[in-house]
T-cell receptor, first 115, second 114 residues
């Protein structure tokens, strides 16, 4: 149980284009989903928290207009990197938590490379 | 703000031996959760073990156990009978009771020597 998937696992895009990453909870309803960014050999940095049907709450320093988060259903959240630039290249990880659980379950991550 | 410190960037252990990874945290709260996550080369974060602060008994999951010292704000992970598959980055994480956010430490890279 508690499986979270991400799609795609790896994406390359040209500078200036937008990329959408999906995060799905496969066997539970995720009332809250989280998006993290991880640079090589570093820890996870929380970007935003989203609750189903509500606007995402972004961490300080994260541009909400650049990283659009949508949590339209209890099993799906999306992160769209708009007008991507090479500095946005990173590993993006989502996690999900059900309403009564105190543990986050993580997706396998998406490696984004912006050329 | 809460902080989590992992003072060992890298550790190594012989296969079948025991290794302990350290973690300390800083908080003014009394109710919280602590976690150890494993990130193997695949980069999939895997929950290893969790501890509720109100529980005095140390959590155990098969070969993995913790030494939770609340007064000292210490939460170390002991891996017994180390196996090659245990090689990974290990992250200690903190979550306060009323907050959904996880605060991660900087991680410890564990190498298993055959």
């Amino acid at each position: 149980g508690a499986v979270v998937s991400q799609h795609p696992s790896w994406v390359i895009c040209k500078s200036g284009t937008s990329v959408k990453i999906e995060c799905r909870s496969l066997d539970f309803q995720a009332t809250t989903m989280f998006w993290y960014r991880q640079f090589p050999k570093q820890s996870l940095m929380l970007m935003a928290t989203s609750n189903e049907g509500s606007k995402a709450t972004y961490e300080q320093g994260v541009e909400k207009d650049k990283f659009l988060i949508n949590h339209a259903s209890l099993t799906l959240s999306t992160l769209t990197v708009t007008s991507a630039h090479p500095e946005d290249s990173s590993f993006y990880i989502c996690s999900a938590r059900s309403g009564f659980a105190d543990t986050q379950y993580f997706g396998p991550g998406t490696r984004l490379t912006v050329l | 703000a809460q902080t989590v410190t992992q003072s060992q960037p890298e550790m190594s252990v012989q296969e079948a031996e025991t290794v302990t990874l350290s973690c300390t945290y800083d908080t003014s709260e009394s109710d919280y959760y602590l976690f150890w996550y494993k990130q193997p080369p695949s980069r999939q974060m895997i929950l290893v073990i969790r501890q509720e602060a109100y529980k005095q008994q140390n959590a155990t999951e098969n070969r993995f156990s913790v030494n939770f010292q609340k007064a000292a704000k210490s939460f170390s992970l002991k891996i017994s009978d180390s196996q090659l598959g245990d090689a990974a980055m290990y992250f200690c994480a903190y979550r306060s009771f009323g907050n959904e956010k996880l605060t991660f430490g900087t991680g410890t890279r564990l190498t298993i020597i055959p």
